[in-house]
């Protein structure tokens, strides 16, 4: 025994199986040295254990095969992807995915090879294709025909659009534009507008000069309407130069030698037979006015310009000054 009271030695049992007995305890000695981390004298710290005698048993988590190399792989997923988010390049990996996406489609023999584009006027061929995401990596598979479509209807010129993949590598995009139908002015600013109200395009194109005009807010919707029914009277149309819309409730047409007609509310069509009836016969657009109200449908009233109401004038008292002489 040592000063502690316990053996220097081992007890070794004699007999034949005692060398055998005892080289097993030495290799259990040793699996017990090569497990520190399971194996821990009670009371040397925290943590899971099942006690056997005087010695404790800690429950280790020990990962399963394969897991260290998951693990290591998703940190490194991890960190990437918190640096791009932190760097502001997120869309430059998303882009980069989506080329290395299409160049392996491509490989497989998906690369568009032919393109029919039908319909486009006014939208140049290079812009539809830009728009609809076909470019010179796109390939076919990999292609969203509706998101393509709804791209191009954002455009104001395009009415309709039909994007038709056929496999393995053609593409079919069929276009329906918009026409031109008038320019629309308010608060100062010309467009161009579809005949539905929308705006195609700013005016800057002389091209579009001959265009009718029509002014104010609310004008653009109802502008189809309103110069189908102007239409119907040639000898107006021929010299109308704008139709205003009033409070989007009435119209006034600006003629080209200044005068205003101001039309009703409602009954447009009975207004419009009287002013030309008026014009036929007594030449009323002819004369030296400003305005024709029709407003009122028992009565046209007429606005002389001020040189016609200041002859107007002295007719009158010429007239009155003659007739106190005669008296």
Do not use: C
Request: net charge positive; proline share 5%.
């Amino acid at each position: 025994m040592d000063r502690g009271g316990r053996l220097d030695q081992p007890l070794i049992r004699s007999g034949p199986n005692a060398a055998e007995k005892t080289g097993a305890q030495s290799d259990s000695a040793h699996r017990l040295r090569a497990l520190p981390r399971l194996l821990s004298w009670r009371g040397s710290g925290p943590g899971n254990r099942r006690r056997i005698g005087r010695w404790s048993l800690r429950i280790a988590h020990v990962p399963p095969p394969g897991m260290g190399i998951a693990g290591s792989a998703l940190l490194l997923v991890a960190t990437l992807g918190y640096g791009a988010v932190t760097g502001g390049h997120v869309g430059d990996i998303v882009d980069w995915l989506k080329v290395a996406r299409d160049e392996a489609a491509n490989t497989a023999g998906f690369r568009i090879a032919e393109i029919s584009l039908t319909g486009p006027k006014e939208v140049s061929r290079e812009e539809v294709l830009t728009t609809a995401g076909v470019g010179g990596r796109a390939s076919l598979l990999f292609l969203d025909a509706d998101a393509a479509r709804k791209r191009l209807m954002a455009n104001p010129w395009i009415a309709d659009a039909g994007v038709l993949k056929l496999y393995p590598d053609r593409l079919q995009i069929t276009i329906t534009e918009r026409q031109a139908f008038a320019l629309w002015q308010e608060e100062g600013r010309v467009s161009v507008i579809a005949d539905d109200g929308t705006v195609l395009e700013p005016f800057v194109e002389d091209r579009y000069r001959d265009l009718p005009l029509v002014v104010g807010h609310g004008a653009q919707r109802q502008a189809k309407e309103f110069l189908a029914l102007v239409a119907l009277y040639p000898e107006l149309r021929s010299v109308l130069r704008g139709s205003i819309l009033v409070a989007e409730r009435r119209w006034n047409l600006r003629l080209a030698n200044g005068i205003d007609v101001r039309l009703p509310e409602n009954n447009v069509t009975a207004a419009l037979d009287r002013l030309v009836a008026l014009d036929r016969d007594k030449k009323l657009l002819s004369r030296d006015i400003i305005a024709v109200d029709l407003r009122l449908p028992d009565r046209v009233s007429v606005q002389l310009s001020e040189p016609a109401a200041r002859a107007r004038d002295q007719a009158l008292n010429d007239k009155k000054k003659k007739k106190g002489g005669d008296a």
